[in-house]
């Protein structure tokens, strides 16, 4: 139904009739029932449902796979033998996957495009290209579809909306590898770079460590999300400037389940104990 036939304006018949002699409140105050447009675009938004597309990105090894099962908590990558224990195959070529999640009514299709490693390869020269190549080209797509005469009513979108990159916990700061690579990306798409495999690193050492990237970042001029663009007024620039502190978010993956304290948790089993990764206390960057 047209919410704005549903909403009862103050000038519609079924209110009390104007007199010929004052004029209807509502002409008064110029009202024109513009606050019905809110509704009308929930309605069409829930309708329509939400599409978000992330790519992992990194060099080879450093949990990109291990961190959407994370994520998700399923195995959307998985190992061709995980009752044995063996670990998540090495991705070999790009692949996307996507989920349909629906809560309290609102439908979020969410792809997740899993990249093989970069890094390890005697020359490591332009390796971001088949990357870079697969974003431009879904930006190409997207806007080949907008740009014909006769459009479709929903154009599937396929433009990567946010890119994680992968940072090795070397400790040090970043490598010229990451620093090439994220010069490129950071041009075309929202970079939110990562401190992978972050339990590898004391405390102390990941806070230097997340300064001192954080000073590459600025120095490099590699502007990852959010950019500064985004802070368009005083509450934007307060949420954006407590993100930019944390960044890069120090995560740990798990993509097997153990019993800690009667609880079934994600977690990495070490010889010291379970470290849980939607434990605050022990992964910095949890799910929730
Ligand atoms: N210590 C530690 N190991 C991790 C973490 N995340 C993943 N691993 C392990 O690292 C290994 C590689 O993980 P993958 O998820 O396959 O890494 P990847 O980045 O997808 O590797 P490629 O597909 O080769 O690019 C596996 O043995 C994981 O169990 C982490 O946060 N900490
Ligand atoms: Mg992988």
Redesign the pocket.
């Known amino acids: 139904m047209d919410p704005l036939r549903r909403s009862p304006s103050p000038c519609s018949s079924s209110s009390r009739p104007p007199s010929p002699r004052t004029p209807p409140p509502c002409e008064a105050q110029g009202y024109v029932g513009i606050e019905a447009v809110l509704d009308q675009v929930k309605i069409k938004a829930m309708k329509m449902g939400f599409e978000f597309n992330i790519m992992v990105v990194?060099q080879?090894?450093?949990?990109?796979?291990?961190?959407v099962n994370t994520l998700f908590r399923s195995k959307m990558w998985r190992s061709s033998l995980p009752s044995l224990g063996v670990?998540?195959?090495?991705?070999l070529q790009l692949q996307s996957m996507t989920h349909v999640i629906e809560e309290k009514g609102v439908r979020l299709k969410l792809t997740v495009t899993?990249t093989?490693?970069f890094g390890d390869q005697i020359n490591n020269d332009k390796c971001w290209d088949p990357i870079l190549g697969y974003i431009k080209e879904q930006y190409e797509r997207y806007l080949q579809e907008e740009i014909l005469i006769t459009r479709q009513r929903h154009i599937p979108d396929t433009r990567v909306h946010c890119c994680i990159y992968?940072v090795p916990p070397t400790g040090h700061c970043l490598r010229p590898l990451d620093i090439e690579f994220l010069q490129r990306l950071c041009r075309m798409v929202n970079v939110v770079p990562v401190i992978?495999?972050?339990?590898?690193l004391t405390i102390e050492e990941r806070e230097a460590f997340r300064l001192r990237i954080q000073k590459d970042l600025r120095t490099h001029c590699i502007e990852v999300y959010p950019q500064k663009c985004f802070d368009e007024d005083i509450n934007d620039r307060l949420l954006n400037s407590k993100i930019r502190e944390r960044i890069p978010f120090a995560?740990?993956?798990?993509d097997r389940e153990h019993l800690v304290n009667g609880r079934c948790v994600l977690g990495?089993k070490t010889k010291w104990g379970v470290i849980e990764v939607e434990n605050m206390a022990h992964s910095p960057t949890s799910r929730t």
Do not use: E, N
């Open positions: 990194g080879s090894g450093l949990g990109k796979s291990t961190m670990p998540t195959l090495q991705t899993d093989p490693g992968f992978a495999r972050a339990d590898s995560v740990v993956g798990a990495r």
